[in-house]
């Protein structure tokens, strides 16, 4: 190895490595408003900064708290190979799984090697390692810890749980750290001085006078490597860092990372919890057999639009979901929105959305793997030819800010029931083909969906029947209530009650916290979905989940 920048993974014919170059995106990171979190350069540069190993098998996990190798369960899904299995090898709460490949780095070079950088699992923490890689003839395990006793953990297929990175041996041996006063360096101090202020004087003018903008919100000096008064970037100054991927002949070959998980169930719990959670479907199957003895029905309201004090007395304060007939019906979205009216209007910007679903079973978990941007009119025609690979949701409507504000000038406001100061006062479009569909789950907050432009097929499901789902996180297992291959993998949701409908244009329903629900487009449809209520809607800020 004379190359002093070589990495190689030596490959045995019985291994097949998952490894690619580090992404800067994190799924938590795009979800913060405007996407602020990448305004800090040095967490998207670390988040790039080397290689990811990606799991090979989908398994749950669980410490039971002692310190034996017995101690840590794994629970593997069906079809996973022995040798592709994390074990618990070491004891002490520790997990550990296989890289598949043996990797040497160019002479006095080391690998560091840990965790994903800003990627948590919940319940469970990477360990690090620095390995002398230039050369040890030695395999290597990634090993994870838990962080508390009896919880689950899920590491699904394709998801990283080894990243590294080389680095010179010795550096840290040969420097020589020490403390200085800051005057002892008149220029750093002046500089520094120079920010301090002109931070201030902007952190004031940004309170003063809101940027429109939201990149006009952050100074950006050192995300342009700029120092005050300089006029240039600093010379080598990095806004990105463009790992290289393996290459060579024996690279393995390898599908998409996120195979088919259809048949993902929670483990089994054991026997004084499975009693406890039947005691609890008891209570919320009987709490739901007498709200539906109520006189009004109980269950799915049809209402003409109520006034604030009925909306809240009826259905928001009751968790009583319902369809409120005619809400939006002089909406001029409601009126005059057609494919055409959209491409002429709006076909020039660029809108986040999602593609190449269908390539992926779970692409609604997966859902930040198929980000992509694009003209919002090819958009549109490619969503006439009908299908679920392309839609725009909800969930790109952090990216989404500019197209948004434009839709929202054919929207009006709801005032009787909404605020306009939270996260997406105007609302979170939903704009696809016949066909687009959003499989079984529920939110963490009250919605309230309104129909714009085609009609929408909707099966909502009461929280007591939460235990006929397969429920995973906020997502059923089950999927679609109407394919019969799901309904024999899950025979209990055969038996689920709830809700079938069609939403139609210029109707609203009232989706309260915690129902199931799955929609499947007739037609070409646009939606808005609020969440921006007038009362209390932040529970999800301590589901267990």
Not at 1 to 6: G, K, Q, W
Not at 193 to 216: E, I, L, N, T, Y
Not at 475 to 488: K, T
Request: glycine fraction near 8%; charged fraction near 20%; include cysteine.
């Amino acid at each position: 190895m004379s190359d002093p920048d070589t990495l190689i993974c030596y490959v045995h014919e019985s291994w097949t490595p998952r490894i690619e170059p580090a992404s800067s995106q994190r799924a938590w990171m795009d979800e913060t408003p405007e996407r602020f979190a990448y305004r800090c350069l040095p967490l998207s540069m670390a988040n790039a900064h080397g290689w990811i190993v990606r799991s090979p098998c989908a398994f749950w996990s669980r410490w039971t708290g002692g310190n034996g190798t017995d101690a840590v369960e794994v629970r593997p899904d069906a079809g996973t190979r022995p040798h592709e299995a994390a074990v618990s090898i070491f004891g002490q709460g520790v997990l550990s799984f296989h890289v598949a490949g043996l990797i040497r780095t160019s002479p006095g070079t080391n690998l560091l090697v840990g965790g994903p950088p800003n990627e948590p699992v919940d319940g469970i923490s990477p360990l690090t390692g620095l390995i002398e890689a230039d050369w040890s003839p030695y395999s290597f395990t990634m090993n994870w810890r838990f962080t508390r006793a009896d919880h689950w953990v899920r590491f699904e297929e394709g998801q990283p749980f080894c990243f590294f990175f080389p680095v010179p041996r010795g550096i840290v041996d040969s420097t020589s750290p020490r403390f200085e006063p800051l005057a002892a360096d008149a220029e750093l101090a002046a500089d520094f001085a120079r920010w301090d202020v002109s931070r201030r004087d902007f952190q004031d003018s940004v309170a003063k006078h809101p940027p429109s903008k939201p990149s006009d919100k952050w100074q950006k000096l050192y995300y342009r490597g700029l120092s005050p008064l300089a006029a240039r970037p600093y010379e080598g100054h990095q806004t990105k860092i463009r790992a290289k991927p393996f290459e060579g002949a024996a690279a393995p070959q390898w599908t998409s990372p996120y195979a088919d998980r259809s048949q993902i169930a929670a483990p089994e719990e054991p026997s004084d919890v499975r009693a406890q959670l039947r005691r609890r479907d008891w209570i919320l199957q009987t709490q739901e057999r007498h709200r539906r003895l109520a006189s009004d029905g109980g269950g799915l309201a049809r209402v003409l639009p109520p006034t604030r004090q009925e909306f809240l007395d009826e259905l928001y304060a009751r968790g009583r979901p319902a369809i409120i007939a005619g809400l939006a019906s002089d909406w001029p979205a409601a009126r005059e929105w057609t494919p055409e009216t959209l491409i002429s209007r709006f076909g020039s910007l660029t809108a986040e959305v999602q593609t190449r679903r269908c390539s992926n079973a779970s692409y609604e978990r997966n859902k930040a793997f198929h980000r992509q941007s694009m003209n919002f009119g090819e958009f549109v025609k490619q969503c006439l030819s009908g299908g679920n690979d392309t839609y725009l949701t909800a969930y790109n409507a952090v990216a989404n800010t500019e197209i948004g504000r434009h839709l929202s000038a054919d929207l009006k406001r709801l005032d009787v029931y909404l605020s306009h100061d939270g996260d997406h006062p105007n609302g979170m479009a939903w704009i696809g083909g016949a066909g687009t569909f959003t499989p079984l789950h529920h939110d963490l907050t009250n919605n309230l969906l309104v129909q714009m432009m085609g009609s929408k097929r909707v099966k909502l499901i009461p929280p007591s029947e939460s235990h006929k789902l397969s429920v995973s996180g906020v997502f059923s297992n089950v999927e679609d209530l109407d394919d019969p291959a799901r309904i024999a993998a899950f025979p209990e949701a055969a038996s689920v009650e709830g809700f079938s409908f069609d939403l139609e244009p210029g109707d609203a329903l009232f989706i309260p916290v915690g129902w199931w629900h799955q929609v499947r487009a007739h037609s070409f449809s646009a939606s808005i979905t609020y969440t921006c209520f007038l009362w209390p809607n932040d529970a999800h800020l301590s589901w267990p989940g």
